[in-house]
């Protein structure tokens, strides 16, 4: 394949697995894609990106304490920054119900199985029981453009884990929990989680791994000027 084939068969076979096989990963490698990542633009080249790497009994040690947060009826964990709004417009609510109920019917979960649905949330935890977890902070301090480049930067450890075969998902649900995993890690107070990922191979087996997510047409979101 030509260089263009291969970024973009990386870019287009990215997709956010939800079941990994337990194939360890070595250090090398995760340490090469996070330095290939790590070239991502950022203003004024401030490099805001902060990354906890968790591998074997840290990663359980770390997965335990939010997984038992998860299912404490008492725990009242809040993002410590607003994702999503209040209110959805379209077409963005049709997008979101469509994926969410896409993979609730892939795994024959129904709208009031509100059991099966906390149980499949805390898969998010095990890091879909992934070998490699990855935990990413960013300084409080620091404003939107930090952020916009934060997500350059998770883009290229996607597509350079997809360049060597490998699978992930990006993980916004372990923001929820960032007064288990502060302390847990010794993140300082001046940052805050903004979320996981999960790193590994696909097992082919799991059904939920068939879901392929749609993409709107070109013109649904770009115009051409020409004059």
């Not at 997965?63 to 725990?75: C, E, I, N, T, Y």
């Not at 301090?141 to 916009?148: A, D, F, I, V």
């Not at 649900?173 to 001046?190: G, H, M, Q, S, T």
Request: aromatic share 10%; with cysteine.
């Amino acid at each position: 394949m030509t260089a263009e084939e291969i970024v973009d068969q990386a870019i287009h076979s990215r997709r956010s697995i939800r079941a990994f096989l337990p194939t360890p990963i070595e250090a090398e490698t995760i340490e090469k894609i996070l330095i290939a990542a790590s070239r991502a633009p950022s203003g004024t080249n401030m490099q805001p990106w902060r990354v906890r790497v968790l591998t074997g009994t840290a990663k359980e040690r770390l997965s335990a304490k939010v997984l038992a947060a998860h299912d404490d009826p008492q725990f009242n964990g809040a993002r410590p920054y607003k994702y999503y709004p209040d209110e959805f417009p379209e077409p963005y609510l049709s997008r979101r119900r469509k994926v969410g109920w896409d993979l609730y019917n892939l795994l024959g979960i129904g709208r009031g199985d509100k059991d099966k649905m906390h149980a499949q949330l805390g898969k998010n935890y095990t890091f879909f029981d992934a070998p490699v977890g990855m935990i990413f902070t960013i300084d409080k301090r620091l404003q939107m453009g930090s952020w916009l480049d934060y997500g350059m930067f998770m883009e290229n450890i996607m597509i350079a884990a997809r360049g060597r075969g490998l699978d992930t998902c990006p993980q916004a649900a372990f923001a929820n929990f960032n007064e288990i995993i502060k302390p847990a890690l010794d993140i300082p107070d001046e940052e805050f989680v903004i979320c996981g990922l999960a790193l590994g191979h696909a097992d082919p087996d799991a059904l939920e791994n068939t879901l392929t997510t749609d993409r709107a047409e070109l013109s649904e979101f770009a115009s051409f000027h020409t004059e």
